[in-house]
T-cell receptor, first 113, second 111 residues
Framework: NAGVTQTPKFQVLKTGQSMTLQCAQD?????MYWYRQDPGMGLRLIYY???????DKGEVPNGYNVSRLNKREFSLRLESAAPSQTSVYFC????????????FGSGTQLSVL | GQQVMQIPQYQHVQEGEDFTTYCNSS?????IQWYKQRPGGHPVFLIQ?????EVKKQKRLTFQFGEAKKNSSLHITATQTTDVGTYFC???????????FGGGTRVLVKP
């Protein structure tokens, strides 16, 4: 089982460029999440999808959009990258909401110059 | 909104010593989860606590959920170099589908 797969692992962008981070899970999970991790800030939720066909904002959604393409895939798009979006991005999934544990992907290191 | 705070932010520990990291929530939690992230890695689930006053052990790690379900602690005995990493606690928001993570405690072990 691959679990949660993220691509790419590393990306360098110039300010104003756009890109999409891809995430796929093969565990038949309903809920999927995008977090960003900055030093000393822990993990902050950007967007999540409770189930296929639904998405909702997290703590820091500004500058991002998401698409729940199907049950397996949840992508994160930066329309016009800014240096403040330099971060490590993690995708995660879990069976359902509530008390279920999260499974994380290996992360994407993004630098915006 | 709900806040989850962890202290200390950094913990330097001599190999073989014990230490404790603490997690405090501004609101009562239905449950609390702990994750470990090795340097350069991704967070990995360790444990979940649900009941008031609950204590769970995993080898040298002891997790406790406070009586008021607003705080939690992780105690590691006889620290080893394999314990290096950042430990996060996380609690569900009121709606249930979102987890709020604490800022983490980064553990460094001196051999």
């Amino acid at each position: 089982n691959a679990g949660v797969t993220q691509t790419p692992k590393f990306q360098v962008l110039k300010t104003g460029q756009s890109m999409t981070l891809q995430c796929a899970q093969d565990m038949n999970h309903n809920s999927m999440y995008w977090y960003r991790q900055d030093p000393g800030m822990g993990l902050r939720l950007i967007y999540y999808s409770a189930s296929e066909g639904t998405t909702d904002k997290g703590e820091v959604p500004n500058g991002y959009n998401v698409s729940r393409l199907n049950k397996r895939e949840f992508s994160l798009r930066l329309e016009s990258a800014a240096p403040s979006q330099t971060s490590v991005y993690f995708c995660a999934s879990r069976i359902q909401g509530g008390g279920e544990k999260l499974f994380f992907g290996s992360g994407t290191q993004l630098s915006v110059l | 909104g709900q806040q989850v705070m962890q202290i200390p932010q950094y913990q330097h520990v001599q190999e073989g010593e014990d230490f404790t990291t603490y997690c405090n929530s501004s609101t009562t939690l239905s449950n609390i989860q702990w994750y470990k992230q090795r340097p350069g890695g991704h967070p990995v689930f360790l444990i979940q606590l649900v009941k008031s006053g609950e204590v769970k052990k995993q080898k040298r790690l002891t997790f406790q959920f406070g009586e008021a379900k607003k705080n939690s602690s992780l105690h590691i005995t006889a620290t080893q170099t394999t314990d290096v990493g950042t430990y996060f606690c996380a609690g569900p928001r009121a709606a249930g589908n979102k987890l709020t993570f604490g800022g983490g405690t980064r553990v460094l072990v001196k051999p």
